[in-house]
């Protein structure tokens, strides 16, 4: 069976989302991340889709073509999500319809499809280490799913990449995190895409950055899923559209 992982990555270039609040109007969508196998003991393919342009609908819907056009070059019977129920597929639900609603498409339907086999590895985890939450937690966070598995999730160190002294003055840690995406790090590649400085060296360099943190995370889901149980997680696990918060 094909197996698809998705992880997107979000920015709020508008309106700053109250804390822990996860309604689509506060996040845009920049880019996506893939990883694809036909055999789950083989390594996966990974790829990694981003915005073409400024955060007008024509760019998001863009997104979303590439996305299916990568989808309709495979054969996909799953996708797995790292709490998927709770963002990635939400959004993506959210974004397609509002798309439907201004446009004579059928993107909402073509999402729709994509997760109909549909599992959230973030609940699986949840189960198999439910001694390690918190007491307000429902999903561990991923990097401690993976310790806790003895899955080696290389972190990606900012140090590694070369940039201006203060371009990244913004962001707090050694280490590239998803919150940075979305507070500094995603709007900045957008607005270096609408400026037209793609070919500079510091963009190059920040798509770099992107591409390697977005890769680890989707090759080492596929890890992660086989270790917890793989497809005997299907079942339990799966979250189609219509039981997706």
Not at 191 to 204: C, K, L, Q, W, Y
Request: aromatic share 12%; hydrophobic share 35%.
């Amino acid at each position: 069976m094909g197996t698809l992982v998705l992880d997107i990555e979000t920015a709020s270039p508008f309106d700053e989302p109250p804390e822990h609040s996860n309604d689509t109007r506060y996040f845009e969508w920049f880019a996506v991340g893939l990883a694809y196998v036909d055999d789950l003991d083989d390594d996966p393919e990974t790829a990694v889709l981003f915005r073409r342009g400024d955060w007008a609908d024509t760019h998001t819907t863009g997104l979303f073509e590439r996305l299916f056009d990568y989808c309709d070059q495979r054969t996909v019977d799953r996708v797995l999500t790292y709490n998927g129920a709770w963002f990635d597929a939400k959004h993506l639900l959210n974004w397609a319809e509002a798309l439907d609603a201004t446009a004579d498409s059928e993107i909402h339907a073509r999402t729709e499809t994509l997760f109909e086999n549909h599992v959230d590895v973030a609940l699986a985890a949840a189960d198999e280490y439910a001694d390690e939450l918190w007491d307000d937690q429902h999903i561990l966070p991923d990097w401690k799913a993976y310790d806790l598995a003895g899955i080696d999730n290389d972190s990606v160190w900012y140090d590694d990449y070369e940039f201006p002294d203060t371009y990244l003055d913004e962001i707090d840690g050694d280490a590239m995190q998803g919150r940075h995406i979305g507070r500094v790090i995603g709007e900045r590649y957008v607005d270096n895409v609408t400026a037209g400085i793609e070919a500079t060296s510091v963009h190059r360099e920040l798509t770099r950055l992107l591409e390697d943190y977005c890769r680890s995370d989707v090759a080492d889901l596929v890890d992660l899923y086989t270790t917890l149980g793989g497809p005997d997680l299907d079942d339990t696990y799966r979250r189609p559209p219509n039981d997706i918060p």
